[in-house]
Structure formats: C-alpha cells, structure tokens
C-alpha cells in the first residue's frame, strides 16, 4: 500500500511562491513515476506536473511551464513542485500521486494511469 501526504500549501498573493511536498511511505520510490495534479471548484482533475522514476523525464502543462518546477529526492522518499510566480487561477487543490513504473522511465500524465493519490493540499492565490 502507498500513502502520500502532501504539504505546502496556503494563501499567497499573485505573484508569489510556494513550494509543494509529497513524502510518500514506500520502500524504494524509484520504482514510482511521480505527477502533480490540480482541482478547481467545478473543473476537472488536470496534471500540472510529472516526473519519471530517475526524475530525467519530465512534463509540464502548458499553463505552469517556466513557472513551476517538478522534483523528487528518492534516497528522502519525497516529491516537490516549486510553484512560481503564481496567478489566481492556479487556486486549486494539489495532489501528489504515484504510479508503479516498470519500464525504461518515462512519466504519466493521465488520471487513470496513478492508482495512488495523496490527501491534496490547498493552494489558494490572490489578486
């Protein structure tokens, strides 16, 4: 079983910064391709980010490329999404979810494709 918990999110004003943490419970994370995801009120669930197992191949939605950065610390057990520059409509909640990855490496970026999801964390930015 993998847990995923998620931390770092809060209120900023437009403009700001935030820095997301995912630790999950599982004995050898790089055996987990990683992604970030976001829910808005009455939107659906999209990724924002994803890394591969070895963290060499990433994905960035077209919306946060440039302004946020995906990484994972496997020998620490914990994925991060550095968010920069934000805006309002990054308001959502984030979650952190994990995928057993048994090829070569590479990410995922469909919902269906991570059986394992964190809790979400809240990111609320304002104008």
């Known amino acids: 079983q993998v847990q995923l918990v998620e931390s770092g999110g809060g209120l900023v004003q437009a403009g700001g910064s935030l820095r997301l943490s995912c630790v999950a419970s599982?004995?050898?994370?790089?055996?987990?391709?990683m992604g970030w995801f976001r829910q808005a009120p009455g939107k659906e669930r999209e990724c924002v980010a994803a890394i591969s197992r070895n963290g060499g191949n990433t994905y960035y939605a077209d919306s946060v490329k440039g302004r946020f950065t995906i990484s994972r610390d496997n020998a620490k057990n914990t994925v991060a999404l550095q968010m920069n520059s934000l805006k309002p409509e990054d308001t959502a909640v984030y979650y952190c979810a994990a995928a057993r990855d048994y090829s070569s490496g590479t990410y995922y970026y469909a919902l269906d494709d991570y059986p394992y999801w964190g809790q979400g964390t809240q990111v609320t930015v304002s104008s």
């Open positions: 599982v004995r050898t994370l790089s055996n987990y391709a």
